[in-house]
């Protein structure tokens, strides 16, 4: 049997997506609580000021905040053994600048975690996952200021000192590599002070993106050796978006262009945060770009000294680099920029699906970290139909994820040290690039769409059955 018999199975989700109850018990405002709704062709747009008659998807999401008991109990019948959630910041620290936590917004993820406890379900966190405190924006232009180290070091002590007998697995940062391409400006480094407008007209300034990243980076050092130093029991990961790129042919050229994107996009912040340094491709990379991070003393040592203890990353899709400027035919896909690949099909947003990418991805970064790892998101955004019977026939989710759960399989037998797999949206969520409730992935589907209206029930589709048998079975049955 490939999986061994402690196998995390799970799905994930995420707060700023999820939870609605945007300014219930003291929560203040983040990043995507300024985000209006869009689609596959008109992007969302960010906000500075609420503009009354517009809506704002993440608000209300899909309300796991009253819906929590109801939620983890259908988690519980599918058999999840891991339930990847986040914590919203700004429940815990309104404005993130606060000295002291609010005390009904730690309360709230009390009852979650004893919830999950319930039913014997570990929970993976993700500390940041997409929800800068949107004060911290308008003060210090996000992660751009190395104040909100400070920031974020205060929130994670709260939580860690707070839930640190029910909490083992812990991610820094959501896709925390999303800053080395344009759109994670907004996402996940909130550098967008005074802006409003469409999310990729947000002028682009890699300068600010990778000094930022710089502040994550020492941000997520500092919280993971106070960790080691305080909570030994805790094993702390990385998130990476896992953007895999092949050469568009075998012309040198191409080779080389896919190296050097699969290095900035994939492996520059995992080597910083696995390694405990910066690679040195990248001193050439900041170069061609008139690039050049401010360093403090003693941030060398940081980095150093908060390495983390296991890998994770998402997987969604494949794309191809070329070297070639004739060749313009562009894959899809949020962050990911590259060429479509002539052997894929896509889905309906245009990710190209490609299963063998996951083992692929796998076996490349085991190679280079030799951690073990986890699959923290993967799935297929589908437009989804609501039978009059309540039931949704997703043949094409399950046999998207039945492919990429052979393939993990495959990479198992390897050799990689996989702990556990934890699909995208294992509920129905707002996305996170478009603002749209019409890209589902779940196995739930939850009664919400685009104009704002639904009633929120939940309902079982099919890939929820399917999806139980292969928890059932330690993923021995997939069809
Ligand atoms: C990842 C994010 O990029 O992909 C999630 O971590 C996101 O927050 C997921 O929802 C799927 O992307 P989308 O845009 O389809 O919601």
Redesign the pocket.
């Given at each position: 049997m490939p999986f061994s018999k402690d196998f995390l199975w799970g799905g994930a989700t995420?707060a700023n997506?999820y939870e609605g109850a945007w300014n219930a018990d003291g929560k203040g405002d983040s990043v995507p609580d300024h985000c209006t709704n869009g689609s596959h062709t008109s992007p969302k747009r960010v906000t500075r000021e609420f503009e009354e008659g517009t809506l704002y998807p993440s608000r209300e999401a899909t309300d796991f905040y009253h819906h929590y008991k109801e939620d983890i109990a259908l988690a519980a019948e599918m058999g999840f053994k891991v339930f990847r959630m986040s914590i919203n910041w700004t429940r815990i620290f309104p404005t993130g600048m606060e000295a002291e936590p609010n005390e009904a917004g730690l309360a709230f993820y009390d009852k979650v975690f004893d919830e999950l406890k319930k039913y014997s379900i570990e929970p993976l966190v993700t500390i940041s996952?997409?929800e800068l405190p949107y004060a911290l924006v308008e003060k210090y232009n996000g992660w751009y200021g190395r104040e909100v180290i400070d920031c974020y070091v205060r929130y994670c002590k709260a939580i860690f000192e707070r839930y640190k007998d029910k909490v083992k697995y812990w991610l820094t940062f959501?896709?925390i590599n999303a800053g080395t391409a344009p759109m994670g400006a907004v996402l996940s480094l909130g550098v967008i002070k005074g802006f409003t407008g469409p999310v990729n007209k947000v002028p682009d300034e890699p300068q600010v993106r990778f000094q930022g990243l710089h502040h994550q980076f020492i941000a997520s050092a500092l919280v993971i050796k106070y960790a080691h130093d305080n909570y030994p029991q805790f094993k702390m990961g990385n998130m990476s978006?896992f953007a895999t790129k092949y050469p568009h042919t075998c012309n040198p050229r191409d080779v080389l262009e896919c190296q050097k994107q699969m290095r900035i996009m994939n492996w520059f912040c995992s080597d910083v945060q696995a390694r405990g340094y910066y690679p040195t491709y990248i001193d050439r990379f900041f170069k061609e770009k008139g690039i050049e991070i401010k360093k403090e003393p003693g941030d060398d040592e940081i980095l150093k000294n908060g390495t983390i203890d296991f890998y994770t990353f998402?997987y969604?899709m494949s794309s191809c680099e070329t070297a070639d400027p004739e060749v313009t035919a562009k894959a899809g896909g949020?962050?990911i920029g590259g060429v479509a690949n002539p052997y894929l099909k896509a889905s309906d947003?245009g990710w190209q699906i490609d299963p063998e990418g996951l083992r692929y991805s796998l076996n490349e970064i085991w190679d280079r970290y030799q951690l073990p790892m986890m699959v923290v998101?993967n799935g297929l955004?589908a437009y989804d139909k609501l039978e009059e019977d309540g039931s949704v026939h997703d043949s094409y989710r399950i046999d998207y994820l039945r492919q990429h759960i052979a393939q993990m399989k495959e990479a198992v037998e390897d050799g990689v040290d996989l702990m556990g797999y934890t699909p995208?949206?294992w509920i129905d969520?707002v996305?996170?690039?478009?603002g749209e409730m019409a890209?589902r992935?779940g196995f739930v589907y939850v009664d919400k769409y685009d104009d704002g209206t639904g009633d929120l029930a939940r309902r079982r589709k099919d890939s929820f059955f399917w999806y139980q048998k292969v928890i059932g079975t330690n993923g021995e049955e997939l069809c």
């Open positions: 995420a997506q996952h997409y959501n896709e978006l998402s969604y949020n962050l947003w998101e955004g995208w949206g969520v996305s996170a690039s478009t890209k992935y």
